[in-house]
């Protein structure tokens, strides 16, 4: 799209906004946008359509416990600020398919997985949710830098408990993932509401380009927290002995870890090739345990962490869009 550029008065150069896109984002005259300036280049961006509140009626009527549950993360990592559930019944299936519980207990036990999100007014057949604070992009690298601890701690613990066969250490585990999945879920509704501000840490460039990469990260942390969570309980359910290979398969896979919180917070492309190194390693040990040396319950665990590696290709693909566009140009000298 090109614009003309006008000259008023002696010093002043303007532009016109498409009519289409002052539309869109309810721009009116004498309202202030952003316009901020990269290289060659102006953005010109309008908070407004970010910043307004935004409501939202749902139907949960029949459905169980696991449906409302994903209707609700689906609409809180959206961003939206107002929700109005409606049910026709007061109860529903439970988790187990076959416990009828009330709606709302499962609606308040859900919204515990949330920052924020809370009921503010409840009637027959329907409640409203309202999120009580302001969701803001300044919280989001901190929160990704503490939900990324949690998960460091929480792959330690697994490790303990699995090494050592401590069944109440394995137990304890439950309350970290849950807490590190709010972080998640807080970080996607950050990149939804005011995702357009994500640059690299620290600074708040205009680059919608970035949100997907975002997006996959904090998808791969929470489903690393899951892995963690059922590998634990797999332990205790099970009440089995692990072979010391399979602990040995789990430590590596921390490793990985450990390598790429490195990365996320120093960019560095030989530790995604030390990532890319141990995954074939962890492969090929793994096809060469399931000839014999392991079996049943070791197979199935360590088959889960080994499967699992490939969160930190995702992870390191995201990384390397996010990050692309500040290396440094190393051809040298361009020729006349």
């Known amino acids: 799209m090109q614009r003309k550029v006008i000259r ?44 307004e509140m935004n409501s939202v009626s749902f139907d949960i009527s029949d459905m169980h416990e696991r449906t409302i549950d994903r209707v609700l993360t689906a609409i809180y990592t959206k961003g939206v600020d107002e929700l109005v559930l409606i049910y026709k019944n007061k109860e529903t299936l439970g988790g187990d398919m076959k416990t009828r519980i009330p709606v709302i207990d499962v609606v308040q036990r859900r919204l515990s997985s949330y920052i924020n999100f809370e009921i503010i007014e409840q009637g027959e057949n329907y409640c409203k949710i309202h999120d009580v604070s302001t969701s803001s992009s300044k919280e989001f690298y901190p929160m990704i830098r ?16 699995v090494r050592d066969d401590n069944k109440e250490l394995l ?56 892995l963690f969570k059922e590998a634990g309980k797999f332990i205790i359910f099970t009440d089995v002995k692990l072979h010391k290979e399979s602990c040995e398969i789990l430590k590596d896979f921390l490793d990985c870890l450990d390598i790429f919180y490195d990365l996320f917070y120093k960019f560095d492309t030989a530790k995604i090739n030390e990532i890319s190194r141990r995954r074939i390693g962890m492969e090929r040990r793994f096809y060469e345990l399931s000839k014999g040396k392991l079996t049943g319950y070791d197979l199935l665990f360590v088959g889960r962490v080994v499967e699992n590696m490939h969160h930190f290709a995702f992870w390191a693909e995201a990384e390397i869009a996010i990050r692309c566009e500040q290396q440094p140009d190393l051809r040298g000298p361009k020729a006349l």
Request: aromatic share 12%.
């Open 146 to 161: 503490r939900a990324f601890l949690l998960l460091k701690e929480m792959g330690a613990q697994l490790y303990v408990g």
């Open 8 to 51: 008023q008065g002696h010093n002043a150069l303007t532009l016109t906004l498409p009519s289409k896109w002052t539309k869109r984002h309810g721009v009116k005259s004498s309202d202030f946008i952003s316009v901020e300036e990269q290289g060659n280049a102006l953005v010109v961006s309008s908070e407004k359509s970010f910043s």
């Open 171 to 226: 137990k304890s585990m439950s309350h970290k993932h849950d807490v590190i999945a709010k972080f998640c879920f807080f970080c996607m509704r950050v990149l939804n509401k005011e995702g357009y501000k994500t640059g690299v840490e620290g600074v708040f460039s205009y680059n919608p380009r970035n949100i997907i990469f975002y997006f996959q990260t904090m998808q791969a942390m929470h489903e690393i927290t899951d």
